[in-house]
């Protein structure tokens, strides 16, 4: 390496804290930015001391609510991977925003880029079935309401000069190590052989899909542009467009007919139990206030993700048999080893 490389600014322009490496996307976009180049810092509570482990991260123990300690971990990056939730889905209201303000209080003391994963849910059914980066957002839902907060946040503190953003939204995440999502959790039975496909949508209508492996890479390549994107840049991943809203579930039934000879059978999502348990469970509240998402198509404008990334590899696709294959066989659904940890994260 020579002395250029070497330097401080060199390696802080390379370096990079996660928040949320331990989950889904974080971990996801962690393994990916290594995998680049990058030096990645993970935050992780309850380590007894900070570690480098085999998977290539420098794991430092803190707290995302905890604004000192992500500052501390944050000295000489150049940009936060803001990736973090509260576990199962539990007291959104309560963690969500101040943990943002952690993350924000340490992006403005580097002069950070801060990444946000961004979701369909800051859209209410008046976003029109495809909505640009810029359409209004009314959303329906709690959860919703605090993901149009988050960016608002974000995008003041870019609008005054203190810090730079990225945001990719993206529609229902799967993958190998994507957990807590709709595939996982409502289409297929982690851990068990798929005979049956259960569909939440109504027929004709399409749903998006992000498949998180090419979520992580178009991130990476636009953090290889990111002094030439705007302060506060918004990109929309149109990821799996299905169409008819049946697309997923017969890319499943292809999947496993092809592995094991078995057509598993498409039956209906049980909205109703769902409705009978938010009552009492956190998860089921949750999934009945999108149920909007199944019943009218909203896909993702992604044009202008495209022609951002046209000269810089493009927008990274897995093509949907494919992805459905890895992410089936992580689950421990499909013969061979699930992904290490997941079957762990999805219990």
Avoid at 160 to 183: H, K, M, Q, T, Y
Wanted: net charge positive; with cysteine.
């Amino acid at each position: 390496m020579n002395e250029t490389m070497s330097s401080p600014e060199a390696r802080r322009d390379r370096t990079v804290l996660v928040l949320g490496a331990s989950g889904g996307v974080g971990g996801e976009l962690a393994r990916q930015l290594r995998d680049a180049g990058w030096q990645v810092r993970a935050l992780k509570r309850g380590l007894a001391a900070p570690s480098e482990r085999a998977d290539g991260l420098l794991w430092l123990r803190g707290d995302a609510m905890n604004e000192a300690e992500v500052r501390a971990a944050a000295q000489g990056c150049s940009v936060i991977v803001h990736a973090v939730n509260p576990p199962g889905y539990r007291r959104w209201s309560e963690l969500v925003l101040p943990m943002l303000d952690s993350t924000l209080a340490a992006a403005r003391e580097q002069r950070a880029t801060v990444v946000l994963p961004g979701t369909v849910y800051n859209y209410g059914p008046d976003a029109g079935p495809a909505p640009a980066e810029d359409a209004p957002q009314r959303p329906l839902t709690r959860k919703g309401a605090i993901r149009v907060e988050l960016e608002q946040r974000l995008q003041q503190a870019a609008e005054a000069g203190e810090i730079r953003v990225l945001i990719l939204r993206c529609g229902d995440f799967f993958g190998p190590r994507a957990a807590n999502n709709w595939f996982s959790q409502g289409l297929v039975q982690p851990g068990r052989p798929v005979t049956r496909i259960q569909q939440p949508g109504r027929a004709g209508v399409g749903h998006q899909w992000a498949y998180l492996p090419d979520v992580a890479q178009t991130v990476v390549r636009l953090l290889a542009q990111r002094e030439r994107l705007d302060a506060f840049a918004r990109f929309h991943f149109d990821g799996h467009w299905d169409a008819d809203g049946g697309q997923m579930a017969a890319a499943i039934q292809r999947v496993v007919q092809q592995q094991t000879g078995r057509l598993p059978r498409v039956a209906g999502f049980p909205w109703w139990a769902v409705t009978l348990g938010a009552p009492l469970l956190p998860l089921f509240r949750e999934l009945r206030e999108m149920r909007y998402l199944w019943r009218r198509p909203l896909r993702l404008d992604g044009r202008r993700l495209q022609a951002q990334l046209a000269l810089a590899g493009g927008v990274a696709h897995t093509p949907l048999d494919e992805a459905v294959a890895a992410t089936l066989t992580a689950l421990g659904c499909l013969p061979g080893a699930a992904a290490p940890g997941l079957r762990q994260e999805l219990a």
